[in-house]
């Protein structure tokens, strides 16, 4: 991607936050066109929808070769702005943080926690954030940086002073943004909104209205891995109800055309 394009869609991206943002969870070429056919303005991807389609468990279990082939097609395919969930950072946070950049992404999702180690201490956190600001702006890219923290996904202590502090601490260290998952109760999400120097990003949860939130303050709401769950559940109910009966009612239900599948790729 020429890098003129590159900043002018980083750009569009960070206008899109001036206003709530409604950020599909995309996995690969197909899913991310469809989601820009029905009218959203940014993709992001899913590290778990993206795992699951290669046959693997989440938990930063893909190598980054993968990870950085699905992201191409995605990238590829469309004219949105694209921000990637890089998780942990793989083995090289900083050589990861190259990687996406040169593939063209203009956003990214860190965690602050480590698959079977749980939460990193705030100040290892802060360093690795840094360092991705400090990498992005040698690359000469405004990258927008969505710190993604896992204390209430964790369960941990104070969950909600523990946020409170690691949102003040991840803006210092150059966050764009927090990002919360699993955090649904709405008194907390207004305090973390009123508190917070970074404005709020949650994960679509069943039973939840991205309405509501954006009415508490919220700035942005991800899919997430919601949109493969999905799928995954419309293949487990479509195969087990086809092999029953021999017939398939839910796949004529939510037929979508060959033509259809054709022009996304045309």
Not at 2 to 22: I, S, V
Not at 238 to 266: I, K, N, V, Y
Request: glycine share 10%; net charge negative.
């Amino acid at each position: 991607m020429h890098h003129h394009r590159q900043q002018a869609l980083a750009n569009t991206f960070r206008q899109h936050h001036q206003q709530p943002l409604l950020l599909p969870g995309v996995w690969d070429g197909a899913s991310a066109r469809l989601f820009e056919k029905s009218g959203y303005l940014a993709l992001g991807t899913s590290s778990a929808a993206m795992a699951y389609s290669q046959g693997l468990p989440d938990g930063q279990q893909l190598t980054l070769g993968t990870m950085l082939a699905s992201l191409a097609s995605i990238i590829k395919g469309t004219g949105l702005p694209v921000s990637v969930d890089i998780e942990s950072g793989y083995a090289d946070l900083k050589a990861t943080v190259e990687a996406v950049l040169e593939a063209g992404a203009v956003g990214i999702n860190l965690e602050d926690s480590l698959p079977g180690q749980g939460l990193l201490s705030a100040a290892a956190q802060c360093q690795r954030l840094t360092l991705t600001r400090d990498t992005a702006e040698r690359f000469g890219l405004a990258l927008f940086i969505n710190a993604r923290t896992d204390t209430y996904l964790l369960g941990a202590n104070n969950a909600l002073e523990e946020t409170f502090s690691r949102a003040k601490a991840y803006q210092q260290a150059g966050a764009d943004m927090l990002f919360v998952p699993g955090m649904s109760n709405p008194a907390d999400i207004k305090a973390l909104v009123a508190a917070s120097p970074l404005p709020i990003n949650l994960m679509a949860l069943p039973g939840c209205s991205a309405g509501d939130w954006f009415s508490l303050g919220v700035t942005r709401v991800s899919l997430g891995l919601g949109p493969m769950l999905a799928v995954l559940g419309l293949l487990d109910a479509m195969a087990a109800q086809t092999l029953s009966l021999g017939r398939w009612p839910l796949m004529d239900q939510h037929h979508f055309g060959f033509a259809e599948a054709q022009a996304l790729f045309a």
